[in-house]
Nanobody
């Protein structure tokens, strides 16, 4: 079973920074994309940032300019650098991997999720 393990969450004052890490049990190059999603209490899970194997990135409007996603294939890891944190960023952050496995009759999409790491920003 593929495992994604997040770390780096915690309590930080507004305006501060945190760096989240996600380490995968498989090569992240096997996933077409890796990403970070977050979910606040009572809210739907939302995309924060994604990065493809080619290095292309995408960010939610709310974090554009403040967050940076990166990857290190040698370490099977993906990171999320979060700067200028706001109270609205408070949520559980989940690492995500999207893998497409070729099959005899096409492809098999597979999604992986980490257990989540709590980020709390105090105002």
């Amino acid at each position: 079973q593929v495992q994604l393990v997040e770390s780096g969450g915690g309590l930080v004052q507004a305006g501060g920074s945190l760096r989240l890490s996600c380490v995968a049990s498989i090569s992240i190059d096997l996933c077409n994309s890796m990403g970070w999603y977050r979910q606040a209490p009572g809210e739907e899970r939302e995309m924060v940032a994604t990065i493809t194997t080619g290095g292309s990135t995408d960010y939610a409007d709310a974090v554009q300019g403040r967050f940076t996603i990166s990857r290190d294939s040698a370490k099977n890891a993906v990171y999320l650098q979060m700067n200028d944190l706001k109270s609205e960023d408070t949520a559980v952050y989940y690492c995500n991997g999207e893998r497409v496995i070729p099959t005899y009759d096409g492809t098999y999409p597979r999604t992986y999720w980490g257990q989540g790491t709590q980020v709390t920003v105090s105002s």
